[in-house]
Nanobody, 123 residues
């Protein structure tokens, strides 16, 4: 499975961005997609996850109510709509795919990773 993330950029605080992650290859073998982020000097952290079939989602408390994850099964693509962005959202955002049998916030439960896209929020 290959993952290609895009959509990052520079935005002012309070603004919006939409990230995309296109999956290719043996995508039928995966059950979950997730977004993680890593700020400079910090560990990679969970942001959001979605089940391919049901569309069930899970969010980190820090983004709940501001970020929305969705999927387009026909395009094997997931999205992360980010609204009301804050400076603390600045990070490299990674999409990931996993075969775990339920939604997971744990990095170890994701088997495939994209290259990351930079999101910078200026205050």
């Amino acid at each position: 499975v290959q993952l290609q993330a895009s959509g990052g950029g520079l935005v002012q605080a309070g603004g919006s961005l939409r990230l995309s992650c296109a999956a290719s290859g043996r995508t039928f073998s995966t059950s979950n997609m997730g977004w993680f982020r890593q700020a400079p000097g910090k560990e990679r952290e969970f942001v959001a996850a979605i089940r391919w079939i049901s569309g069930y989602t899970s969010y980190a408390d820090s983004v709940k109510g501001r970020f929305t994850m969705s999927r387009d099964n026909a395009k094997d693509t997931v999205y992360l709509q980010m609204n009301s962005l804050k400076s603390e959202d600045t990070a490299v955002y990674y999409c990931a795919a996993g075969t775990y049998n339920s939604l997971s916030r744990l990095i170890r439960n994701y088997d495939y990773w994209g290259q990351g896209t930079q999101v910078t929020v200026s205050s």
